[in-house]
């Protein structure tokens, strides 16, 4: 049967890495860098990628290349920064383990590790040595460096600082939205300013209800079992306003690391609706936002993962990327 | 979807002054899901039809209709998955965290969801005269891995449901009883693989009463099964297709009637 060009698209790279929808799927997949095809780098770059279903391993990829400061090519099998068709989700794209080298007892608490991480990714803490009580939790990263990076939404002063570790990047969501998230703070005040592992603006808005999951061993049992409507959230800081007061509530704290693993774990809000307000006076309706409160697959797949860089399918910032998906129907 | 949240019950005495007392504002609470179509198609070649001894057609319906079943079950299993709170199972003996589960693991569930006011999914089963039986209590739903079974069995209190004292009517894929709970495994229940403390599989286990979630289907458009003839399909009509298709919207209709445990196996994963 025939061999068809099932989808065709182009993108302007935005330096990370970037995942295109296959409703088809796809047996063949190809890329080329339109930006890089008509320069003569030194080092030479990527210009055109291959992946072939059941063929190419995970993150890899053939690659056409130029020799430095020539339009001569040569083709090369790359085995990381290539192509990661994902078929089931969530699913992590190019998730390899990664040791943690330190995580200091501060708030926000930062990292030191040897990574390829991006602004923003979601990775999962394991294997903790000193901070256990952090061990299976997912955290939002940024000011990423290769060298380390800070966890906004950790709160780790007081606590017993981490000497070693393992990380690995997670996909960016759930494979439902809104999803639940993680907390790691809560404040004693009229309107309670709850914190998360995560940018909680990324799955919730103001109008929201979220209801709070808070074991005894986090102290603040008052908050068990409370709706709350969001009220504010920050971004900047992972925080989430609700309209609870929590001033005579007991403190909320992450367990110490010597109640591990004993100490139940962890402290979680999940969504729970909303209410629609509509002022009569202004016309305005609030609580309703019907294209982030309902719930809904989050990510369609199967999909096709592109790795970033001067030698990735995804390219560099600014290169224009064209993307072809064939299918073999037999 | 939306309910109407409880009126409060504070004051509402009258003093015999004749002051009526202060009205109150219901709440509503709204729950939204967006509708999605998921669909599936086998293209077959005239000459597999003709020359396969196997009825491929009626087969290829069968096989239609059961992915139209597994696939609304994995698009619940991925909400549970997803949008509600776990709780790490801690009285286990594995050493990690969380643990392998306990019976303090799942009666802490039941307290939160009775707690929560939440009601039974299953009736009870009662006692009968028959050796090594026991009766149920009416009890709430926990879905679970297969990897998990060996662990259950360990749990103070089990019930397995060679146990039961009456088993007509049980699901295959039910286990046992723990506590107020009715447990189900899957070969397809949620793990998460490298998520504990110690880096083995995560196993969460929702565990919820009645209407804490739903499943909501489209009017006119659930569950269709066709057939495209071959000269539909092909210009030389030699290929015909059979598709399925459904619409499914899901959601979560009420947190406090819903939890679940986190746990890890003592078994190798």
Redesign the interface.
Known sequence: ?AFTLLQQGNFTSAGVGVRIPLPGSADYFVTNNLTQAITQANPGVGVKFEWYNGLTAADAAIEWKKTNSTDALNMVGITSGGFTYVTTYPVVEAQA?NAITAITAASPAVFSQTNTYSEGDII?I???TGM?QY??IDIQISTVSGSGYTAIGLRASGLTAGTAG?T?RISRF???????LYVTEITKASSAVVRTSIDPTLVYVVGM?V???I?ASFGMTQMN?L?GTITALSSANYTMTVNIDSTAFTTFAFPLTTA???????A?????????QYNTSTGVQT??D?NS??????QFVPFMYLAAGAQSPAGQTSDSIVWQAWKK?N | MSRFERLSTEGGQLDGSGIDPASEVPVRTDIDAQVEIYAKTITTNEQVILFEMNKTLTKFTALLGQWLREKEDLLMRDLWASSISYINCTGGTNGDQPSNPSLQDFNNIETILLGNDARTMLASLDAMDKFSTGPTRDAFICLSHTNMAADFQKVSGVLLKANYAEREGLRPEEYCAISRFRVFVSSKGISVPGASLLGRTVYKMPMYGVEAAAKIEQNNYSSVIGYRPPWVVSSVAQNSQLYAKFAIARAITNQNWVSGLNATTTQAS
Do not use: D
């Open positions: 049967m383990a999962r394991y294997g903790t256990l061990g299976g393992y690995r759930s494979a439902v939205l809104p999803e639940s209800k209801h709070f999951s074991p079992g709706t591990s693993p004993t100490a139940q774990l962890f979680t809000v999940a969504p729970a609706g909303a209410s629609t609580g309703y019907f409160q309902s719930f809904r697959t989050s129907e």
